[in-house]
């Protein structure tokens, strides 16, 4: 079990920058894959990015690649997404996700149904 906690949304205007953390707790979380989701009113809940257990690898919707990015430090249990040139339609509630997946899975990160623990969000407005 880990519960996830989200911090640093707020309001921004559009070019500007943010940086979204999110703190787990409980063990190993070196053995959870990562995930950001946002979801805009409305809409469904979309990938944003994912990273591996050691940080080696990364994922991007098409939408943020090149302007947000997504790390970790598993020595303090905590993931990132740094956010550059922020548009108004980024605005939604952005969500930490984590997944217990086997090392040796090959699948999609994308998919909201990877992810087994969610943290309750923070919201991002970007204003124009």
């Known amino acids: 079990q880990v519960q996830l906690v989200e911090s640093g949304g707020g309001l921004v205007q559009a070019g500007g920058s943010l940086r979204l953390s999110c703190a787990a707790s409980?063990?190993?979380?070196?053995?959870?894959?990562m995930g950001w989701f946002r979801q805009a009113p409305g809409k469904e809940r979309e990938f944003v990015a994912a990273?591996?257990?050691?940080?080696?690898?990364?994922y991007y919707a098409d939408s943020v690649k090149g302007r947000f990015t997504i790390s970790r430090d598993n020595a303090k249990n905590t993931v990132y997404l740094q956010m550059n040139s922020l548009k108004p339609e980024d605005t939604a509630v952005y969500y930490c996700?984590?997944?217990?997946?086997?090392?040796?899975?090959?699948?999609?990160?994308?998919?909201?149904?990877?992810?087994?623990?969610w943290g309750q969000g923070t919201q991002v407005t970007v204003s124009s």
């Open positions: 409980g063990r190993t979380f070196s053995s959870y894959v």
């Open positions: 996700a984590a997944s217990v997946l086997p090392p040796n899975y090959s699948g999609s990160y994308y998919y909201t149904s990877v992810y087994d623990y």
């Open positions: 990273i591996s257990w050691s940080g080696g690898s990364t």
